[in-house]
Each structure stands twice: as C-alpha cells, then as structure tokens.
C-alpha cells in the first residue's frame, strides 16, 4: 500500500489539513530541536493513555503492575532524567503476559490493540531518542502544547461515555500524528523523511485501531457518528485557530 492509500481515510477521517503556516514554521532548522523534543514525549504519553486504558477497562492486578513496570525505565527518563539509550534498549519488551480481569466486558481485543499500541510508541520513542543524540540533541523538558488537553476537556463524565469519547479522542490524535508526518517529511533532511514515511503505517492503524474500540464499547446498534463529528470540529479548531506556542500537534502559529 502506498502511502497516498494509506493517507486517504485519514485525510477523510480529519475535518481540516494542517495549516501551511505550521508547516512553514515546522521545517525551519531552529525548530528542529522542539519538534523532535515534544515527538519524542508525544510517543510517550500515546503509551501511556493505551497503558491507562487497560489498566483500567480490562486487566487484572498484576497484569497492570506489569504494565506500570514497563514504563518505568521510560517515564524516569523523561520524568527525572534518569537512564540512557542503552538502559532503555534493556527495557523493550514486557516481561508477563497481560491477563484480562473476569469482570471485564471489553475482551482481549482492547488488550491486544493496546499493547500493541503500547510497543510500536516505546519502540518510537526509542527511535526519536535515538536521532537526537546522534544529532547532539540533549534531552530537556518542556511544557505541554494545548492540542490532548482541548480535546480531553469535552469527555462526558459517565460510562461508557467517558471510554467511549477517550477512545474517539485517541482516532484523532494518531490520525493527526500520521497526517503531521506525512506533511513534514518532505521538508526534513532523508533521514528524518525516511523515518516520519516509515511511522505512517503504525500510526494509520492505531487510529483506526481506536475507532473500532470505541464503536465496539457503544454496540453495534448504538450510532456514535455524532460524537466522532463533534471531536472531529473541536480537534479541527485546535488546529486551524491561532496557537502561541509551537508544538507537534499546535495549531497556525500566531504572527504576532
């Protein structure tokens, strides 16, 4: 599949195209720093949100200890600056099976979609590591974008409602992610375009991945169109509407 097939759902899917002011502000080399910065933590909390989902929804005790366990190498990274490549390399894969809890309804399809999910994110985020030490770029914090948080703030706040709409904002930002992607590489040096081409299949599925979930949890008789349409328009204001603050997933960049 090329990548202009795989694209097209997503484009169809997105209610707006990135601004071409982002993209203008994207490609800049002293934006270069920020850009891989806030991807690399973009892959992190993309885990993170999948790991809170199934400890949560769908396994036991010990299968989200093991869970919390297999982040901790990475979140201390980013978190308190503790580790390096090489510990991290260490941590790759998750040491116990993950075993659904008896009172769990969604089944071992969302486990399955997540820790998958899960695997391909900490697998990225060791890439992005990767590329900015061999570029000299040193590890910094900083602060959160408004793009998950704008979205975040519309969830319902009863079940399965809050699932569902966590599950439909998850579509939007891997989608998003790809769309980014796809829009930035040919601006980057062959390297960094070889490696955002090489995220677009991963991050195609995981937000198809996300909508099957959500429709599943609702049921198939019950129509979820009207909340897929409502995140779609709020995610498209967070991205079309003027941002101060250039991130990853930030809207057209204010002028002033």
């Keep these: 599949m090329t990548s202009e097939q795989l694209l097209a759902p997503i484009k169809a899917f997105l209610q707006c195209d990135t601004p071409d002011e982002w993209i203008n502000e994207a490609k800049k080399p002293e934006n270069l720093k920020i850009l891989l910065l806030d991807h690399l933590i973009c ?19 010990e299968s989200g200890k ?37 009172s769990s309804v969604f089944g071992q399809d969302l486990i399955d979609k997540m820790v998958l999910l899960i695997k391909e994110e900490l697998h990225h985020f060791y890439q992005v590591l990767e590329i900015m ?3 000299g770029i040193a590890y910094e914090n900083i602060t959160a974008g408004r793009y998950a ?30 769309e980014r ?6 601006h980057l ?12 299949r991963s991050e195609a599925r995981h937000y198809q991945d996300y909508l099957s979930l959500a429709q599943q949890v609702a049921g198939e008789d019950v129509d979820i169109s009207d909340r897929v349409k409502f995140f779609g328009e709020v995610e498209a204001q967070l991205i079309s509407s003027e941002d101060t603050d250039f991130k990853f997933h930030s809207g057209a960049p204010s002028l002033t």
């Design 43 to 61: 892959e992190l909390k993309a885990g993170q949100t999948a790991m809170w989902l199934i400890r949560k929804y769908a396994v036991d005790k």
């Design 66 to 102: 093991a869970l919390l366990e297999w982040f901790q190498p990475y979140e201390k990274y980013v978190y308190k600056k503790e580790g390096t490549l090489e510990s991290l390399a260490e941590h790759a894969k998750l040491s116990k099976a993950i075993v659904p809890k008896s």
């Design 133 to 135: 030490n061999d570029r």
């Design 149 to 178: 948080k704008g979205m975040m703030t519309h969830v319902r706040t009863h079940e399965p409602a809050i699932l569902i709409d966590k599950l439909i904002c998850g579509a939007y930002i891997e989608a998003r992610s790809c």
């Design 181 to 186: 992607f796809a829009k930035i590489a040919p």
């Design 189 to 200: 040096d062959d390297d960094l375009n070889k490696f955002y081409v090489s995220l677009l």
